[in-house]
């Protein structure tokens, strides 16, 4: 039996239209590449151009799928002699890869107090964040109808002290690191609002923090030690399966002086992933790591 769209020719002899190869042939040429090899380890990490300030610690970085524009906390433009301030920033580059412009803060999610940690929805609406406003430090949320316009004023999404959120692809989950137990919650979205924060189980120690995943299926978060943070990585076969004991990935660790470090973005297709470091005394910096291809 001959499969379909094949044609006999002859006795025996089988031959593909003459269309069939030029028609497979453009295909070939017009789809795009993988943009990376995701079996591959991440290259060195990078400083990101256009976005530290060396009078203040730069932190947790989230992006627009395309990463031309960024949102991140910064102590910069903190009062003099007082204790770091923390306000979130944004500042928007014209290709992926080039220099970011102008840094402007996030005016409408500002208090006196501060705030930090951001995390972007995919639509660039919605903006996730953690911030000491009136009693203790919680998870806050600022909406805007499109990307042209300012967020809103921010309204408490919990009054658990929750910290780092990273939002799902799809809107739906938060992940946070929980300071009451030192590990990982989850909140799930649905009627109208977020949940109770349940207990992410990765196992092999507590003081997780910044927690990124996209598609709930690979998570990298930072596993505190005696000195400092490292960063690692646990993956999974479905939503309902457990997580698995995490590894460090040991390329994105600068040199022996960045254990401070700290994941906050990842793309989807999990080639190019956003932490900062700390090294030595230097004031924190935000870098992009890249698989290759």
């Known amino acids: 039996m001959l499969a379909a769209g094949v044609l006999a020719v002859g006795c025996g002899d089988v031959k593909p239209p003459a269309t069939h190869d030029a028609a497979m042939d453009d295909a070939a040429a017009d789809a795009p590449g993988p ?4 079996t591959k380890p ?12 060396p009078t203040g610690d730069d932190v947790h970085a989230t992006l627009s799928d395309d990463e031309r524009t960024v949102y991140f906390g910064s102590s910069r433009n ?3 002699g007082a204790a770091p301030i923390y306000h979130i920033y944004f500042a928007t580059r014209t290709t992926r890869d080039g220099v970011f412009g102008k840094v402007d803060p996030v005016g409408p999610t500002f208090s ?6 951001p995390s972007i929805s995919r639509d660039g ?8 406003r009136g009693q203790g430090v919680h998870l806050w949320t600022s909406t805007r109808s499109n990307p042209g316009i300012a967020f809103s004023m921010p309204a408490m999404i919990t009054a658990d002290p929750l910290v780092a959120p990273s939002v799902t692809d799809d809107g739906k989950v938060l992940y946070v690191a929980n300071l009451s137990f030192g590990s990982l919650s989850r909140l799930a979205f649905a009627g109208g609002a977020f949940g109770n924060p349940e207990t992410v189980a990765v196992p092999g120690g507590l003081s997780i923090t910044t927690p990124v995943t996209r598609d709930e299926l690979t998570l990298y978060l930072s596993i505190g030690n005696t000195t400092g943070h490292e960063i690692q990585v646990t993956k999974r076969a479905s939503l309902t399966s457990p997580w698995p004991m995490p590894s460090e990935v040991t390329e994105l ?14 793309s989807a297709d999990g080639c190019r992933i956003y932490l900062r470091y700390r090294l030595g005394s230097e004031k924190s910096k935000i870098y992009l790591a890249t698989r290759p291809k």
Do not use: Q
């Open 35 to 38: 943009a990376c090899d995701v």
């Open 42 to 53: 991440f290259g060195s990490p990078i400083e990101v151009p256009g976005l530290n300030d």
């Open 78 to 80: 903190s009062p003099a």
């Open 112 to 117: 006196t107090e501060g705030e930090t940690n």
């Open 125 to 132: 609406n919605t903006l996730y964040f953690d911030s000491f």
């Open 253 to 266: 660790k600068i040199n022996a002086d960045s254990d401070n470090a700290e994941p906050s973005w990842i």
